[in-house]
């Protein structure tokens, strides 16, 4: 394998990567507030490519993409307040039940209005030919629109997590819910917020990888294990670790193709999900103590 | 013998709707629910591992599909090559394979069902004791999404790859003989004895599902659910009743697959597909968890509808629809006691928080 051959795949490696990152960063953020793995979160990402595809046949990309991530934003907002607040006595399998029957739903929406077929949004700069040569490997510039957007998430993310009152109420609430309602937290609007900003991170994910990886009624679901993969990986709990194993796990997979067949690809990552889980279900980065006494 | 009395009444129900279909004219309807039957015989094993023991899987289809799939592949390869070793000998001398003559007047030797009856079940047993050991010791999200990985990774290898038809699945699976005269198949002839075959495999397995509900491992699985903790200081080995309960899920689902690539002569991957697993958690959490009759005629009647196109292109829909109502408005299950109550309950108290979000409002 060539060096420009290596960064080829590196690149392809990082683009999957990034998106399976926006869905644990999603995953964290509820998880954090609310102690609920929301099984819908891979919807979130199809729904934002979806409605910005539908949006951008009528008005310029860049306000299709502002309004696909706002919907999705609201609509995860609505989730919350109409079913997972009712739940309130959380038992945890009806939380899983619940949210699993809510992404079943999104996705025969989704295919309801949009069809079996495959959309693809417009590139964002560019055309579908038009490349870039880095150090001997060709990639679209949409590649590096992800890599734009991964890291003004991730900056933007802590930013708002650390210096601003509302991420800091959010943390307390995931650090301790009751806690946090006795210093006046308002926690159930912590938790909408929590589900609120996770569906418009999905979105906007899912905005800036469609043209590459195109979007498709049913990603959902594999969306949806990959980036709880990824968030076990980084360590439950942790947005910005989950999104360096995002990448991780898109350079994995990107060089599994070289040894296995394509079609064994998500094999690789159940098994890497099944493991991780087994040994270190902390995360690479977490400590296990920390997450046994976790409640899940 | 009062716990068998239920069981005779599926039993009675069972031969009454066969009846009702020959005088009404609708023999059709008895292939689906023939079909339905071993959808329930894997439902009733996830009601075992999720309602009583309260460990969720999202696996339950991927055992079915290694059920159907082993049985699938096993019986349609041609042995003839085989030929004089001393395995096939041993084969030939039990009466395990079965000489055929194919459309061309040449001879096939296939695999008896039999053999590989023992094989998918051994196999599933296996998979499930391995996936089950480390994964049981997981809880809740954890364990719902390692299952689903397991769930995954069978879909993905039935449909990757060559030797199990990829997209196409495996087909002309021939019929399992239980006797000579008697065979699991979907040949028109027998469809009325295919409809009692299944309904009697649901039977039996209702019957020793009950006697292992109200055994002592059917309390220490009902300790289980009710909190761990306490149930392991009570002195119950948590760890080998969790893994021994799965074990046993995925014989039943495995069985069901094989039984049903028999009578369909063919699978496809959707059986292995995450959504019918969502489909087996579906029927379980309307039956109310951990209630085996839910499970059954939930089961039953949502198959049989399903299978009849009746939902048109809203299938998988329907099923999520079911879920999300049930755990809004009666998280005990349809057939659980007091649901008219709970019903109202929750009524009362989303129309009070309206009203109260009304005056909010009104008020400032």
């Known amino acids: 394998m060539g060096s420009g051959q290596l960064l080829q795949y590196l690149f392809a490696g990082i683009t999957v990567g990034s998106i399976y990152a926006f869905v644990a960063v999603g995953y964290n953020i509820i998880y954090s507030a609310t102690g609920i793995i929301n099984f819908a979160q891979g919807e979130f990402v199809m729904l934002g490519g979806m409605l910005a595809y539908s949006f951008s046949r009528f008005m310029p990309l860049g306000i299709a993409v502002v309004l696909a991530v706002l919907l999705t934003a609201a609509f995860g907002g609505l989730m919350e307040l109409v079913f997972i607040r009712r739940m309130k006595s959380g038992s945890v399998l009806g939380m899983i039940v619940i949210t699993i029957g809510l992404s079943l739903l999104i996705r025969e929406g989704a295919l309801a209005v949009w069809d079996e077929q495959i959309r693809a949004l417009r590139f964002f700069s560019g055309s579908e030919i038009s490349s870039l040569n880095i150090l001997g490997a060709r990639i679209s510039p949409q590649v590096l629109w992800v890599l734009g957007t991964t890291l003004a998430v991730t900056a933007g993310l802590f930013l708002f997590l650390k210096f601003t009152l509302t991420g800091q109420a959010l943390r307390a609430c995931s650090e301790n819910r009751r806690a946090a309602k006795l210093c006046g937290i308002r926690t159930e609007r912590m938790v909408s917020l929590a589900f609120l900003v996770s569906a418009g991170i999905g979105a906007l994910g899912g905005c800036v990888v469609s043209p590459l990886t195109q979007t498709h009624y049913a990603m959902g679901t594999d969306l949806a294990l990959k980036g709880f993969t990824v968030a076990i990986l980084g360590g439950l709990g942790n947005p910005l670790s989950a999104v360096a194993a995002g990448l991780l796990l898109g350079i994995i997979e990107s060089f599994s193709i070289s040894l296995l067949p394509m079609a064994y690809k998500d094999v690789i990552s159940m098994v890497i999900l099944l493991v991780i889980l087994v040994v270190k279900p902390g995360g690479l980065f977490g400590s296990s103590r920390a997450a046994a006494l976790r409640e899940y | ?364």
């Open chain 2, 1 to 364: 013998m009062k716990r068998y009395r239920p069981v005779a009444a599926v039993a009675a129900a069972v031969v009454l709707i066969q009846l009702a279909t020959l005088i009404l004219g609708k023999g059709f309807y008895l292939t689906q629910l023939t079909m339905s039957a071993y959808y329930v015989l894997a439902a009733l094993g996830l009601c075992l591992v999720m309602g009583y023991a309260g460990q969720i899987s999202l696996g339950q289809a991927g055992f079915f599909a290694l059920g159907g799939y082993t049985t699938a592949f096993l019986t349609t390869r041609d042995l003839t090559d085989l030929g004089g070793t001393a395995f096939f000998t041993v084969l030939q001398g039990l009466g395990l394979v079965i000489p055929k003559e194919t459309l061309y007047g040449g001879t096939v030797i296939h695999l008896s069902p039999w053999v590989s009856l023992a094989v998918a079940l051994i196999l599933a047993a296996a998979a499930a004791y391995l996936l089950g050991v480390p994964v049981l010791r997981l809880r809740g999200h954890y364990l719902a999404m390692a299952t689903m990985g397991f769930g995954l990774i069978v879909y993905r290898i039935v449909l990757g790859t060559r030797l199990f038809g990829e997209a196409d699945g495996l087909v002309n699976v021939p019929g399992f003989a239980l006797v000579p005269g008697l065979e699991v198949s979907g040949e028109m002839s027998s469809r009325i004895a295919n409809y009692y075959i299944a309904w009697l495999v649901v039977l039996l397995v209702l019957v020793l599902l009950i006697n292992l509900i109200n055994s002592r491992v059917g309390r220490a699985l009902r300790s289980l659910h009710g909190g761990e903790e306490a149930a392991s200081a009570m002195g119950v080995d948590t760890a080998r009743y969790k893994v021994k309960v799965f074990v046993i899920g995925a014989v039943l689902s495995a069985l069901a697959g094989f039984l049903m690539t028999h009578y369909n002569g063919g699978i496809g991957p959707s059986e292995a597909g995450v959504a019918k697993s969502v489909r087996y958690v579906a029927i379980v959490a309307v039956g109310g968890m951990a209630n085996l009759w839910g499970t059954l005629m939930v089961g039953s009647v949502l198959n049989f509808l399903s299978l009849r196109g009746v939902f048109g292109h809203y299938d998988e829909a329907v099923f999520g629809l079911v879920l999300v109502v049930m755990m809004t408005f009666f998280p005990g299950g349809i057939l659980g006691a007091g649901t008219l109550r709970t019903f109202k309950v929750r009524l009362v108290e989303i129309l009070n928080r309206v009203r109260r979000n009304r005056k909010e409002v009104i008020h400032g």
